[in-house]
């Protein structure tokens, strides 16, 4: 894997130090994640961060583990890091940290204080909500070491407060049970039960969210540290409470040896290669439904578009092809009038997208292909004639085949925002794009020639499906070319002076990057232009992926900061998507246009804000800094695909 570390002047400076950070995942949904500097700047920043139900349901538990180093002289060095109300930082143990690594994955800290050296290592035990908190001293001592435990045990959505009723402390053998929730365990226990008041999270308040809390001092565990080598370390888990986990070094010697298998399984070609592929293992899970994939950190949970944009990458990339076969026949199950459920943050299962089906089709025509699972092929292909059967006659939100064309329209549903440009700004969609959207339609014709190849595998006859794709790329061609040069981004939508359902039809001819799918899919609708597609990258290409929109359309947004509103009505409006690299070089590619240096800048992104991983989104003029979730699905995944087409 690429070295990913940094020095004091990194560490030390919280410009640099609090603006990357680590993710270290449990394989059910929960993590810990915090900073290279150890400062808390989110709500969702902890060492033990738990999984409900659904992945989104998350709770924040052990918020941190601050350690404070007594010297022989009487001295006292404390290492963590709090932001208060007032904007004060204290203590300031970043100004003692000498280095910060990943090493195999997880995240490793080194304090100087003088000719002491103290190591800090953290891993969660695979599979289990548990997290392994080890220090061992490097060089110098005698020293004693206290280690506070930070806690409350609320939503990671929101925030608890010292009005309400303390943490609810039961002592049990090594440690305490805080809410009936989490368990703490480590040496020389003593309860303390104190509320720290104004805890500030920068980033929250740059997102225009509360940006305070309190947090409960439940108490500190200590030991002692004689000569190098010694360690103090602490657990905290979740489930199973009476059962304790292994000792916290065989905790992280297990995520160890687990993180390089990963690696190996996916057999990467290069260095990047192997960091995007332990990246991809992060957004894997187990739920008790079976496997999931968790859409970003820290605040996404499972969302089917983005799991079936991410499948090829995530799963047949990796070798996991057998957990994908599960997932896929898992997801198939959800079909509802032709429609695959988006399995909602919320918890509550939807069927709100008209793309998400279609990428579905994508996923199983892929894992056939590359896996040689016929089969599965075999299994789903009734539901899969479904969803054609339900397209073709319509189904929710006016999704059908027109019958004047052949091409797919999504009605003019108010309130709707049914593509993967989905944001809303108080109930109102940012860009509908109803009508007959470039991607979905590439999406269909794809589809149709994937589902029609696996009929015939099948021994079917396909022939009803190749007319239905026939017809679909004969309109697809001598409609969705536009006169600026590069393809139309939705046909036969509302002219804007019109409301919904009115007349006549528009056809929209921004700059976006939907119309790459029509040349990157494996049965793609158009053959690659080399002067077209030089024209989009002209408009939209970033050292971090395609533009939403190009910076000369009219609407050009091209900071993604702000409030909800201000961040929600940017996010297709210019923003940076780096998942839309994988389209982008899948399309060069087939135009004979060179890729070799497209990957420059996301790979050195890897060590600029989610290390090791991917951002969401980025904004949309230079230097195009990293927004939305520091570690995602769909651009890690499409990043990891479209490297390793050789």
């Given at each position: 894997m690429i070295d990913i570390g940094f020095g004091p002047q990194v560490c030390g400076d919280l410009g640099g130090g609090a603006t990357r950070e680590w993710l270290v995942p449990d394989g059910v949904g929960g993590y810990a994640m915090g900073t290279v500097s150890g400062l808390r700047t989110r709500r969702y920043h902890g060492l033990l961060v738990v999984a409900g139900q659904t992945p989104a349901s998350r709770r924040v538990g052990l918020a941190s583990l601050d350690a404070a180093v007594l010297l022989p002289s009487g001295g006292q060095a404390r290492l963590g890091a709090h932001e208060w109300s007032s904007g004060e930082v204290d203590p300031r143990g970043h100004e003692l940290l000498e280095r910060f690594a990943l090493v195999d994955g997880l995240p490793r800290w080194r304090w100087r204080i003088g000719d002491v050296v103290v190591e800090r290592e953290l891993a969660m035990l695979p599979g289990r909500s548990c997290v392994a908190v080890t220090h061992r001293l490097v060089s110098g001592g005698p020293v004693r070491l206290e280690l506070a435990a930070v806690c409350t045990w609320r939503d990671a959505h929101g925030e608890r407060r010292a009005d309400g009723p303390a943490p609810r402390m039961e002592p049990v053998d090594g440690g305490v049970?805080?809410?009936?929730?989490?368990?703490?365990?480590?040496?020389?226990?003593?309860?303390?039960?104190?509320?720290?008041?104004?805890v500030r999270h920068r980033e929250e308040i740059a997102r225009g969210l509360t940006g305070e809390e309190d947090l409960w001092y439940a108490g500190r565990f200590a030991g002692l540290l004689e000569r190098p080598g010694d360690t103090v370390s602490v657990l905290a888990w979740a489930d199973r409470l009476d059962e304790t986990p292994p000792p916290a070094t065989e905790v992280v010697a297990t995520a160890r040896r687990r993180n390089r298998a990963v690696v190996a399984a996916a057999k990467p070609a290069d260095a990047v290669e192997a960091t995007l592929a332990l990246a991809a293992d992060a957004f894997v899970v187990r739920t008790p439904a079976g496997p999931d994939v968790v859409a970003g950190y820290p605040w996404f949970g499972a969302w089917s578009r983005d799991t079936m944009i991410s499948y090829e990458g995530l799963f047949l990339c990796t070798g996991r092809a057998a957990e994908?076969?599960?997932?896929?026949?898992?997801?198939?199950?959800?079909?509802?009038?032709?429609?695959?459920?988006?399995?909602?943050?919320?918890?509550?299962?939807?069927?709100?997208?008209?793309?998400?089906?279609?990428?579905?089709l994508h996923a199983v025509s892929r894992h056939v292909t590359v896996t040689g699972d016929t089969d599965l092929g075999d299994e789903l292909l009734p539901a899969l004639r479904g969803v054609v059967d339900a397209h073709v006659a319509g189904t929710r939100y006016g999704i059908g085949v027109d019958p004047a064309d052949g091409l797919l329209a999504q009605g003019g549903t108010p309130g709707a925002a049914l593509t993967w440009m989905d944001a809303r700004v108080y109930?109102?969609?940012?860009?509908?794009?109803?009508?007959?959207?470039?991607?979905?339609?590439?999406?269909?014709?794809?589809?149709?020639?994937?589902?029609?190849?696996?009929?015939?595998?099948?021994?079917?006859?396909?022939?009803?499906?190749?007319?239905?794709?026939?017809?679909?790329?004969?309109?697809?061609?001598?409609?969705?070319?536009?006169?600026t040069g590069w393809l139309h981004d939705v046909l036969d939508g509302p002219a804007p002076a019109y409301p919904l359902g009115g007349a006549p039809h528009h056809d929209d001819d921004l700059l976006r990057p939907n119309q790459l799918l029509a040349w990157s899919l494996p049965y793609a609708p158009l053959e690659p232009d080399e002067a077209t597609l030089r024209r989009v990258a002209a408009g939209l290409l970033t050292p971090l992926g395609p533009r939403s929109l190009s910076p000369d359309s009219p609407g050009f947004l091209g900071r993604h900061r702000g409030g909800p509103a201000e961040r929600d009505t940017a996010y297709h409006q210019g923003t940076v998507w780096p998942w839309l690299l994988g389209p982008y070089a899948d399309a060069c590619r087939r135009g004979k246009i060179s890729v070799d240096e497209l990957f420059t800048g996301v790979d050195a992104h890897l060590t600029e804000y989610g290390l090791g991983s991917i951002s969401e989104t980025a904004d949309g003029t230079p230097p195009h800094g990293a927004t939305g979730c520091p570690f995602q699905a769909w651009s890690v995944a499409e990043v990891l695909r479209a490297r390793r087409i050789r």
């Open positions: 049970v805080v809410e009936g929730a989490f368990r703490l365990a480590g040496p020389d226990w003593t309860p303390e039960g104190q509320w720290w008041l104004g994908g076969r599960e997932l896929l026949r898992s997801y198939a199950a959800t079909l509802s009038e032709g429609m695959l459920a988006n399995t909602a943050d919320t918890g509550r299962v939807e069927y709100n997208t008209v793309d998400a089906t279609l990428w579905f109930g109102v969609p940012v860009t509908p794009r109803t009508g007959k959207p470039v991607e979905i339609n590439a999406l269909w014709v794809n589809g149709l020639a994937g589902l029609a190849e696996l009929t015939e595998l099948a021994g079917g006859d396909a022939d009803g499906l190749w007319r239905l794709h026939g017809r679909a790329v004969t309109s697809f061609r001598e409609r969705f070319p536009s006169p």
